[in-house]
């Protein structure tokens, strides 16, 4: 039984709590917040449960063994690595931290403790996300040769991170996660309206063997989107998240260009076959991935998405807002 | 009555000749292509015109008052060039040209010989172009914050251009004749997969006040997806062409961002209001524009999408070619 | 502060218990339901809450003031009229009993005890329903024509009723919200596939001055419908309930029959122009009538979706019934 | 080579002559409309075929081998039963003829002559409807549970027939194609708004084993509606015909009843599996039946869609519309 404090009960820490709560291998140890209000709502949801507005009360607590972090980006060094410097382990909300030096630094202690970090990339515990990695590792889409994905709406504006940094995270780390390379560079536009931070920016990411990835994140699209393109060699997909049931779309479709013989004969054959909407695992992903933070506690293994990927994120992160600001120019990752 | 040469008979030249031939203003004089196959579709569907594979018959006619060039790219400039040399008028397929010197010179030899040069930016006819450019002109926009837009299917392979020569005509050209501003810089990402061009193209343009443009091209794309976001300090809109009925929506949706007090008290307002489909006008584009062509060279006016306005296409094109082979540094126009 | 005994927590118990608990006018007292799985659940979720497998405790309860009924249709009668006869208030899953006499006697009972009984027909309570009665109000769409209603998918067989009776009181209900005619006659066709009861049923309800209703309900589709056309004279309106943001789309077309000169001369004009979606209410519907329960309770008001609202829609479904026993004969209502 | 006349050039004819016109096999030897519009219409896309407003100079042609009678259903019969007499085959537009009565007397008199009728059932020909009659023939549904159409928009209001006549002879024929039993009933409702004859109408035809068909056409819809859904024992599927590329989604998807112990232990047990859109053959369908058309002439073989079938659809239409008098009482076929 893995007892877990949680720090941070806004938007998306009430979902850690009630995915915590209903697994049997952990506990809810306490919750802490600074908002009166957020108080109340725990308190209300969970009698039972130790609510604070010390967050030194949960990371210095015995009767704890593991602390998520569900805070704004900038608090997440400070409190990840105190709860590490008082053995415990981490669950961090993404990203991991504000850049790489502060990432670094929260896996080298990990390491040195033997404690876990895990980073909520909840996306890739999703049944979408592990479908569409399956087909790619059984070879169903071929060698891949692009990745692009739409995720716009009119967004909750953060007032400590910009678009990039608040929504990026979720594409960076399925994009790391299916395609297995290592970068080359980042481009990144994108234009702010409102407020110091970008809400519109476009990123693309360079790939050894003519792999690209691109992004398009905005806060300030009348319509929500949460589509991903990607084409294989063989085979390609849609993966479009706001559907109910066919999350994802897999078509027999291709093009290959079998000689070329004088300027206006390219011989080009489109090939197109049946689609396939592959049934998907539909359990909570955060549950899945709650429950996976916990055994990899229990068993001593370290998680997937630990620091290391979390650090790849933010280099990325990284990268984007620097090429952001000299507007586009390309940054080696 | 304009009598009309038609040079090009392949995938778009039917159409033009299929409207020319419609209109009581204009007659098709001859038609010119290569191909024999091509002169044999044109002499079955019009038996009474000249068909010729003799590009120069229809160029040096007497007969003939203006020329339409629906040919490769890369023949434009010369076929256009020899039009305007034996005083006829043009209709050039987009792009205008291969290179911004070549329209230059195009435009240069007009003007002295008093002829009109006219780009076939399709698009800019359709009801749906129209309905937003008044949209914008009336206000109901308000100040534009971003034009974003998606062109993706499995496309035709052009053997002599890339992506970006191929389908970002169609955008630069609306997002030309829709944001009025001049473009400040160009930032293209992109790859290509299949043979020496690219096939997948992302291209960023900064306009002033915080403008910005972004098109994403792709002929690999298994799905064909015709989107554009437009987003407005007032009000935004989508615009998905392949909507049979409703094309355009306009939302009454934003971000107000009322002030601003300390760290964690931004005061971000949303609006959300009604979802307005405006009614579009359903005549053929190409029919408009061909109407408007004649009727321009009837009563000596300067078309709107004439060799300036394809100039400007093109030193975009430009642009965007040279980032993309630095992969994505930034270039001013 | 009203108390309320709520009977049932299987499938829609849990929701009326949520939203009462969240109510500041109402306290849930009690919770019953014999399954000791559903009582663990009930227990975990309100830990301060009175659970019983047993009704009468519920029934005859001194501090109670109303019972919620939320069990299978087959208990509906004798468990109001037992809370009736308690002196309590009702509010009872729908469709109210299992047939029209059961209903007229829990309506008489209940007038004589000075009760109210409130039939839950959760959909009068969505922003989509009242706002379509609005603007059927206001005249928007003039005169109706039909209202024509489907709603299929691979449902929720029940043992005990058909689908007429499980998915058909939504739609008659909503239909007699928004048509307010006497209806005339009923025609209902259908079949059975896996047990007795059948699964997929049409029904037809003919009103006067040639306004028809038509309820399409399947258990055996492949895919989730829940779309309703409304036809009238001056506008028509799309009411997709599946659709997140935009549910209701009214269209400014029309036909209009301007006179009729001989055989061939029949002078039809067609009338398109915008097409709108109004912003909908997105409080949710339950709460908004469990409020509205509460405030009649409190006020001694009738809600108008009280027993007499549902006696009418157990005649339709009786009606429906005895036609599609016959196949199809017309029963009059 | 056989020579066709073509009576009829209004709303559907142009389109009879144009795919006539492409057939190496056949050539249009005549086109008759009494409409002046419609002959300047014909004499200018086929400038070399001889065009008529005298329908008998087509009937009696020795130059004409066969006739297709594209006129208002109410001059079928005289047309038809004319070019027979002068020994030519008939293509008759659907359906058939105005009654029962008429069609079976066009029958005998083609059987006596040795002439072909066929009824254009356009539908049949469509990727779409092969592919699903191929599904069902290889026992991919299994057992067919339900047929359920709709079919609707702001229609074309006909003069001389309801909507029944004018739209359901396309669902009739494809449901008559698919489910092949004898139909045993048929209940029909529907309303008048506009003039004399019904402008919304809703099908019922029962078959043996608990099949049903059901079938919603409507002239007043704001939207356009082409949706099919057809359920079996084993899958079920989709069929919606304004998709441009995947008109056809079958599901791994039932219910089956195990087994049923007790009242309150109905074991059902859902099956929800993937979901597959099989590539559809994309030929026009009226130019893949006119060639089958002219090739049954050829080979002297009775077309599948000949008057028998032609027969069998007006049987329904006129139970049907003795069904809708009725306001929907029971009409055996």
């Keep these: 039984m893995i007892r877990v404090g949680v720090i941070g009960y806004g938007y998306w820490g009430p979902n850690i ?41 949960v990371l210095r607590s015995p009767r704890i063994d593991a602390v998520a972090v569900v805070t704004p980006v900038c608090t997440h060094f400070a409190l990840a690595k105190a709860a590490l410097e008082n053995g415990k ?27 876990k970090i895990m980073v909520d990339h909840t996306f890739l515990f999703t049944g979408a996300v592990k479908k569409i990695r399956q087909l790619i590792d059984q070879g169903e889409l071929g060698e891949l040769y692009y990745y692009d994905s739409m995720r716009v709406n009119l967004g909750l504006f953060q007032h400590d991170i910009d678009v990039i940094w608040d929504l990026a995270p ?10 297995r390379k290592e970068p080359e560079s980042v481009v990144a536009t994108g234009e702010r309206h409102l407020n110091a931070h970008a809400d519109v920016a476009f ?23 949460r589509t991903t393109l990607i084409g294989g060699e063989k085979k390609m997909l849609v993966w479009n998240d706001l559907e109910p049931d066919e999350k994802i779309k897999v078509y027999d479709k291709g093009v290959q260009i079998a000689s070329r013989e004088g300027v206006y004969e390219l011989l080009v054959s489109y090939r197109s076959g049946d689609m396939w909407a592959p049934k998907i695992e ?40 620097e090429s952001l600001k000299l507007r586009g120019d390309s940054v080696f990752v």
């Design 17 to 57: 709590v009630r995915n915590l709560h209903a697994l049997d291998s952990a506990r809810v140890a306490a919750i802490c917040d600074r908002s009166p209000d957020a108080q109340r709502r725990a308190k209300h949801a969970y009698p039972s449960v130790q609510i604070t507005s010390d967050a030194s009360e």
């Design 282 to 321: 539909q359990t909570e992903a955060l549950k899945v991935e709650l429950n996976y933070f916990v055994s990899c506690i229990e068993n001593n293994e370290t998680p997937f998405n630990d620091g290391v990927a979390g650090l790849r994120v933010i280099k990325l992160l990284e990268a984007a807002e």
């Design 203 to 225: 990123i693309t990411v360079y790939f050894p063997q003519n792999t690209i990835a691109h992004i398009n994140v905005n806060w300030l699209s009348p319509v929500k989107v």
């Design 89 to 115: 382990h981490v669950f961090v909300e993404k990203p991991l931290t504000s850049n790489a030096t502060q990432a670094e630094e929260l896996i080298e202690l990990a390491q040195k403790r033997d404690l």
């Design 170 to 179: 979720h594409d960076l780390s399925i994009m790391d996660y299916l395609i």
